[in-house]
């Protein structure tokens, strides 16, 4: 278990027991599960589970825990800049990426039709980045159908995080003046109790 110097002096605080039981409950392990693979002297579950308790109460313990669980989240959770790289190539992939088109002269009783066929790559032949534009694939009666993820949106979204788009003007005025914000004179500040006098 990776962690930063203050994660690791939190640890460095706790007993022998504790440094056995805390990481097995982080990495999903039932409290009472935890205790009963630990070294712990329980002699039945009732005294193992009231134990483990209030283990897990002591200040050292919960202020470890919550440290751990705390970089857990964060590491989770998708960056700025990832969020941008992801919208990026969802912006970038074209459906010749995800299939290929090709055309056929059929004959008909009518002459000759040129016709257009496509194919979905196979998974091999996809990059990592154009299936990350993948939206859907359903069969249908018809054959496939393939669904990417609106690349203008995707544009839209990168030049709004960029701050690309012009800035806007937004009128909080109403029609009736009953929004419209009202003006102030000189008078108005010296009337003001809050206000110093005229010298």
């Not at 941008?84 to 290929?100: C, F, G, P, Q, W």
């Not at 419209?180 to 109790?193: A, E, I, Q, R, V």
Request: aromatic letters at 6%; hydrophobic letters at 40%.
């Amino acid at each position: 278990m990776k962690m930063t110097p203050e994660q690791k002096a939190l640890f460095d605080a706790l007993t022998p027991l504790q440094k056995e039981v805390c990481p097995k409950v982080l990495a999903g392990m039932k409290p009472i599960d935890a205790y009963k693979a630990s070294s712990s002297k329980a002699s039945s579950s009732g005294s193992a589970k009231s134990a483990v308790s209030e283990m897990l109460k002591r200040p050292a313990v919960v202020e470890f825990m919550d440290a751990m669980q705390e970089a857990a989240v964060s590491s989770a959770l998708m960056t700025r800049q990832e969020a941008m790289e992801r919208l990026s190539t969802i912006a970038r992939v074209s459906v010749t990426d995800i299939a290929e088109f090709d055309t056929h002269d059929v004959e008909t009783a009518n002459g000759v039709v040129r016709q257009t066929i496509w194919r979905m790559k196979d998974s091999g032949e996809i990059s990592e980045a154009a299936a990350l534009a993948i939206k859907s694939v359903t069969m249908t009666k018809f054959g496939p159908k393939l669904e990417l993820h609106d690349r203008l949106s995707a544009i839209q979204q990168l030049a709004r995080m960029q701050g690309w788009e012009a800035a806007q003007k937004f009128d909080l005025t109403s029609s009736d003046g009953s929004m419209s914000p009202k003006g102030k004179s000189l008078d108005d500040f010296y009337g003001n109790p809050d206000v110093p006098a005229k010298p």
